[in-house]
């Protein structure tokens, strides 16, 4: 473990990401103590600009306050592209350990299934379920996990069948193990870096599917978010340039800060890949 | 007098800080005449690939680089050279073959064109002049059919036509110096020496200096002139063949020639009435799918092993020998059930297991275990240790304390500390690897033990002992073992009973001694004859 820690120090971004990650998790963590009221009420004079009527970052047309909104927001994004990924990457690995260990009949049933999903444009599937399921914290969750978990499951079959051929694996066997205990103690140890460091990214990607859903508003109207501040401002973008620029750079930002953390993480899983340069 | 080519003076090479010596080479000095061959010998890790990578140019600089000394080509230090005027003396002047010709060479490029970059990088001539020429090159490489080589892909070829087409590439300007790092090292023996004697040739013609590295002795005797040998970096011992092999003075070359084994077969032991293990008319064969729909060609079917008897008694070593792609690997698996034979009867004192399900199967696991080749591969490297070697009997319902006892026996078996029992497998050697293995396949007590290549990936003297380990086991534990092996000199220090393999049936089988004195099969015949350093008596 120090081990992973010294060879992750050594990518400088990845440590200011997760710096930056670690900064707005405790925001998310913080928002009722920063902003105790309901962001979605109306707190004050509609369109001030930044740091005037005391509005740190504005307020919006119907006067609610912009930092409330991104603090409150956070929380929204980042539990939801956490729980997404974890999800997503759940079913991948179920679809992809059968697949790969299995092979033959069934490996070709799960992958055609996974291709079929792979083939529908993941952000307008997401819309549709989320259409169909009515908008709502879960079912947003479900949606964006629905559609990401087939790249998951191309990564974790591609792993099982590189493993499942080792003579550990061989050898197992000869001692009269299970399919399944082979599987969940032999084989998903070994591939275990390239899913954290794909989970790692994943959660950029949930957190955009997400703002891209609560910005066409079907977000959970019940929840503030990133993606709905946006889709609130967008009609004044010109006039009042603050309701969506905030929550925008915060999105930017957030994802960034997780793409870093992936890099970080490849470098210190894989350091084979890194020395080659 | 003939002309020196080579000569390193002082050479030490840095290894980067934090590796677990300082220098991979040390104080290096070796000279190379025209139209010698240098042998330069050692296990892994000894430095001699580096050595002759420093030759090139070709150390993985920055992290490994040359600490002081000189490599004097024609009059010209190469470690000061311009790294444009290596180039120029790369390939025309001094050349080099690699250990692993499908590797080595690039795939997606026909031979003839990997030879053609040759003459177009160093020297000018016309497209059809260098056609001809190319064409004339593997002509001389003994290639069949070289028009249709010349169009065709690496993996079109087989390994030993690969490693011809090297050799071609290399010699194609006639350099003053070859090296050849390994060069036979993953072919098979017959293919082997057919490739050392045509590099003989090609030395004759040419003149050419030859610097071999190699970690076999049987080779060594066959080829070399003169022989270096070395150890953690620094030369042990240097002198004529004759002198080396015959009359080693440093101990460290007395005991790597002391373990190699002498294709003096054993003697069969008195063969035991009881028979553990039969094998009746195996069959299996590969490919043969169809795609999803069923549409498209049934692949190619390969019959890899076809009719296979095989009658294991009591106590004995049968080995099964042959080269690469004969089948005898995949008897193995389907004699331990690890893949589903095609046909026939495995039977297990009277049951037979082809029949049975997995969890019928299961309790026969036991019975019969196997060792594997490779000691990277064969260990999960996220479990540790004693973990490895206790779970078969807590999977056979063993209690766990009882299990853990066992192990810490086994480790004591194998000649490993106990304090092994906690830790991972990265942190052991290869040989020490393979004394966690076949802890792991005694771990159930079996009766039969099958050992496909348990040796071949790990150097002479390590070799040496787990041969030894295991023969010791056999005896203590009164097992039968089924042996797999490619070495026709670890067959016969191991084996009572040798059979044969070629194209997945077995074409001999008989007492190792007889076979060995009088084999009746041309193939076993051929094999015997490629043995390599088998005229070297020691």
Redesign the interface.
């Known amino acids: 473990m120090g081990n992973f820690w010294t060879r992750y120090k050594r990518n400088h971004a990845a440590v200011f990401g997760l710096f930056v990650i670690a900064l707005i998790i405790v925001m998310a963590i913080t928002a009722s103590f920063l902003y105790p009221e309901d962001p979605f009420r109306l707190v004050g004079k509609p369109l001030s600009e930044p740091l005037t009527n005391g509005f740190l970052l504005g307020s919006d047309s119907l006067g609610r306050d912009v930092a409330s909104g991104i603090v409150h927001g956070a929380k929204t994004s980042l539990l939801i592209g956490f729980v997404a990924t974890l999800v997503s990457v759940f079913i991948g690995i179920f679809f992809g350990a059968f697949a790969g260990y299995f092979g033959g009949l069934i490996d070709d049933i799960l992958m055609r299934v996974t291709e079929i999903f792979q083939t529908i444009p993941s952000f307008i599937f997401a819309i549709l379920l989320v259409a169909i399921l009515k908008p709502s914290m879960s079912s947003i969750v479900i949606a964006i996990a629905v559609v990401s978990w087939p790249g998951v499951a191309r990564l974790v079959r591609g792993e099982f069948l590189a493993v499942k051929n080792r003579e550990f694996v061989q050898a197992c066997h000869t001692l009269g193990m299970s399919d399944l205990r082979i599987m969940l103690w032999e084989i998903l140890p070994n591939c275990l870096s390239p899913i954290i460091v794909v989970g790692s990214l994943m959660v950029a990607t949930a957190i955009l599917i997400e703002s891209g859903l609560a910005f066409l508003g079907l977000g959970d109207p019940n929840v503030m978010s990133w993606g709905f501040l946006i889709g609130a401002g967008r009609t004044m973008l010109r006039s009042a340039w603050w309701v969506c620029t905030f929550p925008g750079v915060a999105i930017l930002i957030t994802v960034l800060a997780i793409n870093l953390i992936g890099e970080g993480l490849n470098d210190a899983l894989n350091p084979r890949l890194k020395e080659r340069q | 007098m003939t002309k020196r080519l080579l000569s390193i003076n002082d050479l030490s090479i840095l290894l980067p800080t934090g590796a677990d010596r300082e220098y991979a080479v040390q104080d290096i000095n070796l000279e190379l005449n025209a139209g010698e061959t240098v042998c330069v010998v050692g296990e892994s890790g000894s430095g001699k690939s580096l050595t002759a990578r420093a030759v090139m140019g070709l150390l993985p600089a920055p992290h490994v680089r040359i600490g002081k000394g000189e490599i004097i080509f024609d009059d010209e230090d190469l470690t000061k050279v311009t790294y444009e005027r290596l180039r120029e003396l790369r390939g025309s002047e001094i050349s080099m073959i690699f250990q692993e010709p499908m590797t080595a060479l690039n795939p997606v490029m026909t031979i003839g064109a990997q030879i053609d970059e040759v003459f177009r990088y160093h020297v000018s001539m016309s497209a059809k002049e260098r056609v001809e020429k190319a064409v004339s090159l593997l002509v001389d490489v003994n290639l069949p059919d070289p028009a249709k080589i010349i169009n065709a892909y690496p993996h079109e070829l087989s390994g030993g036509q690969r490693q011809r087409s090297m050799i071609a590439m290399a010699l194609a300007l006639g350099p003053k110096i070859l090296i050849a790092d390994e060069p036979t090292t993953a072919l098979d023996v017959t293919t082997q020496a057919q490739i050392l004697e045509l590099i003989s040739d090609m030395q004759k013609r040419l003149d050419t200096g030859v610097l071999f590295i190699t970690h076999d002795f049987g080779v060594v005797a066959d080829i070399a002139d003169r022989v270096i040998v070395m150890q953690h970096g620094k030369i042990v011992e240097t002198g004529t063949t004759k002198q080396v092999l015959q009359k080693p003075k440093h101990p460290y070359t007395k005991s790597l020639i002391a373990a190699i084994p002498r294709l003096k077969p054993r003697k069969a032991r008195s063969r035991a009435a009881k028979v553990v293990l039969e094998a009746e008319d195996i069959c299996k064969s590969f490919g043969g799918g169809r795609s999803?729909f069923g549409f498209g060609k049934p692949s190619r079917d390969v019959k890899a092993v076809q009719n296979v008897q095989i009658e294991l008694r009591r106590g004995e070593t049968l080995g099964v020998v042959g080269e690469s792609g004969s089948g005898k690997s995949t008897l193995a698996?389907c004699i331990?059930r690890?893949i589903d034979s095609d046909a026939g009867q495995i039977k297990l004192g009277d049951v037979d297991i082809t029949k049975l399900s997995r969890s019928e199967?299961?309790p026969f696991?036991?019975r019969?275990?196997?060792v594997?080749?490779?000691p990277f591969?064969?260990?999960?490297?996220?479990?540790k240790v004693g973990d490895i070697i206790s779970?078969?009997p807590i999977?056979?319902g063993e209690d766990k304390d009882e299990a853990s006892k066992r192990a810490y026996e086994l480790l004591d078996i194998v000649g490993l500390d106990r304090r092994s029992f906690d830790r991972f497998p990265h942190e052991f050697s290869g040989g020490q690897r393979q004394r966690i293995?076949i802890a792991?396949?005694l771990s159930?007590r079996p009766d039969i033990l099958v050992a496909d290549e348990p040796v071949s990936a790990l150097d002479v003297s390590i070799q040496a002992q787990i041969l030894e380990l295991l023969d010791e086991i056999r005896a203590q534990m009164d097992l039968s073992m089924l042996f797999i092996t490619h070495d026709l000199r670890v067959a016969a220090q191991v084996c009572d009973y040798v059979a044969v393999m070629q194209y997945g049936k077995i074409v001999e089988t008989g007492p190792t001694a007889e076979l060995f004195e009088n084999p009746k099969d041309a193939y076993t015949k051929s094999l015997l004859a490629a043995v390599p350093g088998k005229d070297w008596h020691f």
């Open positions: 999803f698996r331990i690890l199967l299961r696991r036991k019969i275990q196997m594997f080749q490779d591969a064969s260990l999960n490297p996220r479990i779970q078969g999977l056979q293995g792991r396949a159930l």
